[in-house]
């Protein structure tokens, strides 16, 4: 359903009619007939109208108009304090500021303005963090899920463990139960087979006797009298010996006191579930949001001619089949290095010692740095570029390019790839739309220009985002110009090939300076500048001569 507007004159004249129309300037709908009067108004016909569907959608957007602390309208824009002031504020606050300008001057082209530029860079970076922290909830979300399962295991294992062991022990303590229990028995059963022999006997002799008395004579009687009394008394010997070593036996369970508490429940717990908490090292990325209209730039505004380089370190790269065609400079300030001969990126710390390498898909071209976490590689003529996460060694997308795919920079949040133009990816590889540039192999993107190096004719040119030429640098001084890298000012640093060579040239394109020659080394052939450190990393072909170096603005 449409949002419903009334029209701010109808409604001060107690009419109601619908707005068609919204004035930014007086915030306010206007319908049909009022619109034609504010169009012929002359202190109205400048200002901007959008229609209400336009409205709706910047409606929730909180802007003040007014000063919060005097509730007046703001007319003024203070530079040096980056503050909109009103009437009141002017005098009483900012009487000796020196360029407070009106708000209207410091509101033109605000919509080209570095200062949003800046704030939906910040926007994007904060997202990122955000998406960044999501993530590694969510992993510690599975992590836990993770770890539970593993501890269900562990405990389902030790209860298996302990069973099995139970089984053990209650199988051998029966089976010592049983022998115990045949040994006995045994024994029992000998005195019974010797108990039952002379039973039988004595029913023998006592039979004899019943005869003896029955049928013999009184001769007979008085000699077998005495002959079985010895039989009887024999056996009734026998029979006391056989009771001297006849025992009873009482079956006792002694168990093992372990056992003993567990069953009684002695033992409370089968385990303890431990929790530690540590803090987790979020990689949040900073960004500074700078709220002034106007340009604001780390490094002064200086001529290159004041421009100097100061050593920082050499770095030694000792490998065979060396061609270097892209390096970068981490967040970290480690070095990453491309070798186009090997499917290596070599990782070295800011001193210049060997930290390990990292393997990637093919053979690197060049490298360019998208967040803590990021970078991103083209692989030349294999044609495709990657999204490669350096701290897990993991590539999160492969982007088909359709062609050869060279150098490479990230600026603003988007991505450009050297391909026979100039690609525009946004920073998860969706590609959104080509620039039109000359150039060979190399470029570096500033937030408003693109440059570009041509080795076949020895220039360096500078397109705005819309592929119109800004400048063109030629000079014979630089002879096959090869790596470009820019700093915040849109200076550009260039090596020359063949003329083994580092230059600077001014961000008009009218001046430069030379700043290194190469005279030991093979040729130069990739520069990378950290805008944040202001350092700069320099490589020739063979590794011969990997030097970073701190610009100094002076």
Not at 153 to 166: A, C, Q, S
Not at 322 to 335: D, F, R, S, V
Not at 409 to 420: A, C, F, M, P, R
Not at 543 to 550: A, I, M, P
């Amino acid at each position: 359903m449409a949002t419903i507007i009334p029209c701010g004159p109808c409604l001060y004249d107690k009419t109601h009619q619908n707005a068609r129309k919204w004035c930014t300037s007086c915030e306010e709908g206007l319908c049909k007939e009022c619109e034609k009067t504010h169009k012929k108004t002359k202190t109205s016909r400048d200002h901007k109208l959008i229609s209400i569907e336009d409205y709706c959608k910047i409606e929730d957007v909180s802007i003040h108009f007014t000063c919060s602390d005097h509730d007046k309208q703001l007319e003024w824009f203070c530079k040096s304090h980056d503050k909109p002031l009103c009437v009141v504020c002017l005098p009483t606050e900012h009487r000796s500021c020196s360029d407070v300008i009106s708000i209207d001057v410091a509101a033109t082209n605000a919509r080209q303005s570095t200062a949003i530029s800046d704030l939906q860079e910040a926007i994007e970076v904060a997202l990122r963090n955000i998406t960044h922290c999501i993530n590694n909830r969510n992993t510690a979300k599975n992590d836990i899920e993770k770890q539970e399962k593993d501890i269900r295991r562990i405990i389902r294992d030790t209860r298996t463990k302990i069973n099995d062991h139970l089984d053990k022990f209650e199988e051998k303590l029966i089976q010592t139960l049983v022998s115990a229990s045949e040994t006995c028995k045994s024994k029992c059963n000998t005195f019974l087979r010797q108990f039952h022999s002379e039973e039988e006997k004595l029913i023998k002799l006592k039979y004899q006797v019943l005869q003896m008395k029955e049928f013999a004579s009184d001769l007979q009687v008085f000699l077998g009298t005495r002959q079985i009394d010895k039989l009887v008394m024999s056996e009734i010997e026998s029979i006391k010996t056989a009771t001297d070593s006849i025992y009873d036996y009482k079956f006792n369970l002694d168990l093992n006191s372990d056992i003993e508490k567990v069953s009684n429940g002695g033992v409370k717990e089968f385990g303890e579930i431990q929790v530690t908490e540590h803090t987790t090292k979020l990689d949040f990325k900073e960004l500074k949001l700078e709220q002034a209209q106007m340009q604001l730039n780390v490094q002064p505004l200086s001529n290159v001619a004041d421009i100097e380089l100061k050593l920082i370190t050499k770095v030694d790269i000792k490998k065979e089949q060396m061609y270097i065609t892209g390096c970068a400079i981490l967040p970290n300030e480690h070095l990453l290095f491309a070798n186009y001969f090997s499917t290596e990126l070599l990782e070295y710390s800011k001193d210049g010692n060997f930290i390990g390498s990292i393997q990637v898909s093919a053979t690197p071209f060049a490298i360019t740095v998208l967040d803590s976490d990021r970078i991103a590689i083209t692989y030349g003529d294999k044609g495709f570029f990657e999204i490669f996460n350096y701290r897990t060694s993991w590539v999160e997308k492969k982007i088909e390019t359709g062609g050869h795919c060279w150098g490479l920079s990230q600026s603003n949040g988007k991505i450009y790839v050297k391909l026979d133009q100039v690609g525009v990816f946004d920073i998860k590889g969706k590609k959104l739309c080509t620039v039109p540039a000359a150039g060979n192999f190399y470029i570096s993107a500033s937030k408003h220009n693109l440059f570009c190096s041509s080795y076949s004719n020895g220039n360096v040119y500078c397109y705005d985002m819309k592929g119109q030429e800004v400048w063109n640098f030629h000079d014979d001084s630089l002879r096959h110009p090869y790596s470009v890298a820019n700093d915040r000012n849109g200076n550009v640093f260039v090596v020359g090939c063949v003329s083994r060579n580092l230059i600077i040239i001014q961000h008009d394109g009218k001046t430069y300076k030379n700043l290194l020659n190469f005279e030991n080394c093979s040729n130069p052939s990739a520069v990378y500048y950290h805008m944040d450190k202001n350092t700069l990393l320099i490589c020739d072909e063979k590794g011969d001569d990997c030097t970073l170096y701190k610009v100094l603005y002076t």
